[in-house]
């Protein structure tokens, strides 16, 4: 038999604060009924006896648990580092727990996920990453926002227009066309894409981005596009795949800053300067885009503030119509891109 002692009960706080149960659930929960100063006096008592509220209890009791539910595609992903960073300030704030969890960029895992937290009474979720084109799973995860929503649930997303929440949304097709105005601009011509896998939305967005803004000056139809994980690995295979496609492209942008970063050290390493041979851009501006070299021109997104925004969102009481939150972009030009050495032969001018 153990001689560890049992933990303080909140029956103990009630006898140390001179009150009953009942009460000192109340002043414990900040319920109505009992007075600040009784309130105080009985929180102070629960600090002496180092009593610790059971969280999963009182939610098996009914009760809301205080805990939101975080769900990212890759918690690996400085993107996704970066959202997490502005939900955690504010639960902070507020006094709530997040349980954060990862799917791998896998509809049938995010599906999974968001049952998980609700089998443990969490009643908040927030949903960051980017939707899927074309799949059943994506149907399922919608029928499944409806059902938790239509039992008092509460969802925000991130990133996602086509399920009927209050979303966050990124300005990823503006942002697409001013990255690829850029480019045109310095004088490229001979452009190729590293793109994250093709059945997200949010490579979709980009993509359609970068066509409006080349449609006057390429033939979008001759620009290479190459799909791969969005990832840093991702971005080194697929610009090695590009390249081998077309040896003269004088610019190479990737869809996200991981992916671009991968293409830049594969440059790098197979004798390309950059940006005096191949200019490189990205997507997103996470914090190692300031720190490679060469300094990675990119697509500032306010990633923190998008956390934050969704977790305000996602603790206001529903609205008779889903909320939407678009962000602003901004160009971060620093020393990956260049005008190209010499013009590309046979290329249409503006």
């Not at 009460?23 to 414990?28: E, G, M, N, P």
């Not at 995010?110 to 937290?117: K, M, N």
């Not at 991968?262 to 300067?273: E, F, I, K, T």
Request: proline share 7%; charged share 20%; net charge positive.
């Amino acid at each position: 038999m153990s001689d560890r002692p049992s933990p303080p009960r909140l029956i103990d706080v009630a006898e140390a604060a001179g009150v009953s149960l009942a009460t000192a659930s109340r002043a414990l929960n900040d319920s109505t009924g009992v007075s600040a100063t009784l309130a105080a006096h009985v929180r102070a008592v629960a600090a002496q006896v180092g009593y610790v509220p059971n969280s999963h209890a009182r939610a098996l009791a009914g009760g809301q648990a205080a805990i939101v539910g975080l769900i990212v595609h890759d918690v690996g992903d400085p993107y996704f580092g970066e959202i997490a960073r502005g939900v955690l300030r504010e639960t902070e704030k507020r006094g709530y727990m997040a349980l954060i969890s990862q799917t791998q960029r896998d509809p049938h895992a995010e599906l999974s996920r968001i049952r998980s937290l609700r089998a443990h009474r969490v009643n908040a979720i927030v949903l960051a990453g980017s939707g899927y084109i074309g799949t059943a799973a994506e149907a399922d995860i919608a029928a499944e926002v409806r059902s938790f929503t239509a039992a008092g649930g509460r969802v925000a997303v991130i990133g996602r227009h086509r399920l009927p929440v209050d979303a966050v949304l990124p300005d990823n097709v503006n942002g697409g066309v001013t990255i690829m105005k850029h480019l045109l601009g310095l004088g490229h011509r001979r452009i190729g894409v590293v793109a994250g896998p093709a059945n997200l939305t949010t490579v979709e967005d980009r993509l359609s981005g970068l066509r409006a803004a080349a449609s006057s000056v390429l033939d979008w139809s001759a620009v290479p596009v190459i799909h791969g994980d969005f990832t840093r690995e991702g971005g080194a295979s697929s610009a090695a795949r590009l390249l081998r496609r077309d040896p003269g492209l004088t610019a190479v942008v990737a869809l996200n800053d991981p992916m671009a970063v991968g293409a830049l050290s594969w440059l790098l390493n197979s004798g390309r300067r950059v940006p005096s041979d191949v200019s490189v851009a990205g997507f997103d501006d996470i914090p190692v885009a300031a720190d490679v070299h060469p300094g990675l021109t990119t697509v500032r997104l306010p990633m923190v503030a998008m956390g934050a925004q969704a977790l305000e969102l996602v603790l206001r009481p529903p609205a008779s119509r889903p909320r939407r939150r678009r962000t602003g972009h901004e160009l971060v030009p620093r020393a990956s891109t260049a005008p190209p050495r010499r013009p590309a032969a046979g290329a249409r001018t503006p």
